[in-house]
C-alpha cells in the first residue's frame, strides 16, 4: 500500500482513543442524578409489589398458597390490633440488639488489635478462622443443654454468628491506613496507644459502622432461627405458628415486618454514619 496522505489520515484516526457514549443509567464509579436514583429506588420496591398484586389477583396461584397484598395488610392490622404483633416485635428486637451489641463490644477492640498488631492477629486468627466456618444454629443443641430454653441461648447464638465475621471486616479494615500517617505521627513524637486511638481507630470508624451495618442482618436471620426452635414469643415464633395452621398472610406478614425492621436498623446506621463521619459524606 502507498503512504498516500488519506492513508495516513485514516490510519491515525483508527488508532487514536475511542471515546464512550454518554450515558446516564451505566456509569463507572460515578454519581447518577439524585431524580434517576429516586426514580430507580421506587421501581425497585414497586416493580415486585406490582408482580405479586398481578399474580395473586390473576387466579393462577391458590390464595392459601399466595395471599393477596390485601389480606396480607389484613392481617398485620389483625395482628396489631389483637397486641400479638407488638410484643413479638419487642421480644425479637430485644434479642438482636442484646446479642448484636454483645458481639459489637468485643469484635470492635477485637478486630481493631488484630488488624494493627501482627502478634495478635498470628494468635486469633487461626482459631477465629476455624470456628467462624462452624454454622451458629449448629451449636442451638449445646446452647439449649447448657442454658436451658431461655432467652440466654437466643441471645448467645446471635453473639456467635455475629461475633467472628464482625471482627474479620474490622480487622481488615485497618490494612487501608496509610502507612505514611502513621510514620507521620511517630515523627511527631506519638506513643503507640496515640497512634491506635488517635490515626488508626478514627480512620477505621466508618468501616466499623459499615461493617456492623451489614453483620446486624445476619443477626436478624439467627433470631428468628431461634425462635423456631423454642419460644414463647418473636416474629420467628410467629411464623412457625402460622405455619402449623396454614395462614401464609400471617407468614408474609411477619416477613415484610422483619423487613421493614431491617431497613429501619440500616438507616440508622446510615444516619450514624453521616453524623459521627462527616468527611467521609463530604
Known amino acids: 500500500m502507498t503512504r498516500t496522505p488519506e492513508n495516513l489520515c485514516t490510519r491515525e484516526v483508527q488508532s487514536s482513543p475511542q471515546t464512550l457514549k454518554p450515558t446516564l443509567f451505566w456509569r463507572i464509579a460515578e454519581d447518577i442524578p439524585k431524580s434517576l436514583t429516586w426514580t430507580l429506588m421506587v421501581l425497585s420496591i414497586g416493580i415486585p409489589f406490582g408482580l405479586w398484586w398481578l399474580v395473586s389477583h390473576s387466579g393462577w396461584v391458590e390464595p392459601l398458597f399466595l395471599p393477596t397484598p390485601e389480606n396480607v395488610w389484613q392481617a398485620i392490622v389483625s395482628l396489631w390490633t389483637s397486641g400479638d404483633l407488638p410484643q413479638d416485635i419487642v421480644a425479637s428486637v430485644f434479642r438482636v440488639l442484646c446479642g448484636f451489641l454483645l458481639a459489637a463490644l468485643i469484635s470492635i477492640p477485637l478486630g481493631t488489635f488484630m488488624g494493627t498488631f501482627a502478634s495478635i492477629r498470628a494468635l486469633m486468627e487461626p482459631i477465629i478462622g476455624i470456628v467462624r466456618y462452624m454454622p451458629a444454629p449448629a451449636f442451638i443443641p449445646l446452647l439449649i443443654l447448657y442454658f436451658g430454653v431461655g432467652e440466654t441461648p437466643k441471645i448467645l447464638l446471635i453473639f456467635i454468628g455475629t461475633l467472628f465475621f464482625n471482627t474479620l471486616m474490622i480487622m481488615d479494615s485497618v490494612k487501608f491506613v496509610p502507612k505514611e500517617l502513621i510514620e507521620t505521627s511517630y515523627t511527631l513524637g506519638g506513643k503507640r496507644h496515640q497512634v491506635l486511638l488517635n490515626v488508626i481507630f478514627p480512620f477505621i ?26 419460644a414463647t414469643e418473636g416474629l420467628g415464633r410467629r411464623i412457625s405458628v402460622a405455619q402449623r395452621f396454614l395462614r401464609t398472610d400471617q407468614i408474609f406478614a411477619g416477613l415484610i415486618v422483619i423487613g421493614l425492621i431491617g431497613l429501619s436498623f440500616d438507616l440508622l446506621f446510615r444516619l450514624l454514619l453521616r453524623v459521627s463521619c462527616k468527611w467521609t459524606i463530604d
Open 205 to 230: 470508624l466508618p468501616s466499623i459502622i459499615d461493617a456492623c451495618r451489614v453483620n446486624i442482618a445476619a443477626s436478624w436471620n439467627l433470631v428468628i432461627v431461634a425462635e423456631l426452635v423454642a
